[in-house]
């Protein structure tokens, strides 16, 4: 037990976390930037006009990248919190932490962009449907955290308390994930599907894919960045800090 | 090529307002986020080169 907790912790160093954030984060930006560019290039101006929908459905490379994403930000932030809380491991917990801005982040510009496709789409700008609703469930979640961290002062207990709320959470995923098809909504069914081929153009696709990995690339250089600003904060009177901000040792 | 002008392209074909609405909110949330993780990274850098003792609130 103890010596995988060591190895655990070692290889999860706040030290090493940092070093590799300063060095991964210049690529990331840079990878976002060139994604983003060719994702909005093919998705207005490659990818045809719907033939239902017109341009209005052009909101689904936002869309359902940001849906993803702020779906898939949660359960990493459970797990990490999870991991945080079980092993002690400094850096997991701070990163539970960072993550959850970003995630909140992006359930809200799904639930914007999906409301600017609705009006034109249904004619309203919200339902109080199985899927929009339990989509609003996810957004106070990540609310219900950060305010839960920023109400304890205690770093630990934060990160506690953060880590049973997280967990308790996770259970809306699957529900997310699967209401369109256990109830009866006015949400359309999966884009993407596993099991089916793709029922959109490919160019469609394409941008919508891009636009995915624009966002995951953005999503981790900003997590990185506010995690090493908790680890500064966190770490202030440690060696490698003091080493790092050229603070002379005492 | 889709559109026929610019003109063409930034009316959307009516859906000019859901469209740009839209992008509009996510570009900006997108440029902000990212300025305010660095600006409190500087400040967590900053509060680090302080002397010990002299710590404010986390």
Not at chain 1, 53 to 78: C, D, E, K, L, T
Not at chain 1, 136 to 141: G, K
Not at chain 1, 177 to 203: D, E
Request: aromatic share 16%; hydrophobic share 55%.
């Amino acid at each position: 037990m103890s010596t995988t907790t060591l190895r655990w912790s070692t290889f999860a160093a706040p030290s090493r976390f940092y070093r590799l954030a300063d060095t991964l984060n210049p690529w990331l930006w840079g990878a976002a930037v060139v994604l983003a560019v060719a994702a909005l290039y093919v998705g207005f101006f490659v990818a045809p006009v719907d033939a239902t929908q017109g341009n209005s459905y052009r909101i689904i490379f936002i869309h359902v990248p940001a849906a993803w994403i702020s779906m898939v930000i949660y359960v990493a932030m459970a797990f990490w919190a999870a991991v945080g809380w079980m092993l002690n491991a400094r850096m997991a917990s701070m990163l539970a932490r960072a993550l959850a801005p970003t995630g909140a982040l992006f359930t809200f510009i799904a639930l914007w962009t999906g409301s600017f496709w609705g009006k034109p789409t249904w004619g309203t700008w919200w339902v109080w449907d199985a899927r929009l609703t339990s989509y609003l469930i996810l957004l106070f979640l990540y609310l219900g955290f950060i305010a839960l961290i920023s109400a304890i002062d205690d770093v630990v207990r934060g990160d506690k308390a953060a880590a049973v709320l997280t967990l308790v959470g996770v259970v809306n995923i699957p529900i997310i994930y699967f209401s369109v098809r256990w109830w009866n909504t006015l949400h359309q069914g999966a884009t993407i599907s596993m099991t089916a081929a793709p029922k959109m153009a490919h160019t469609m696709l394409l941008a919508m894919l891009l636009m995915t990995f624009a966002f995951w690339a953005y999503a981790f250089a900003v997590v990185f960045t506010r995690a090493q600003a908790l680890a500064l904060q966190r770490e202030r009177d440690t060696d490698w800090v003091r080493a790092l901000v050229g603070k002379e040792m005492q | 090529m889709t559109w026929s002008s610019a003109s063409d392209f930034f009316a959307m074909g009516g859906y000019a307002l859901y469209v740009w609405g839209a992008y509009a909110v996510c570009l900006a949330l997108m440029l902000i986020e990212p300025l305010m993780a660095r600006r409190q990274k500087q400040q967590a850098f900053r509060e680090a080169r302080r002397p010990s003792g002299e710590h404010g609130d986390d």
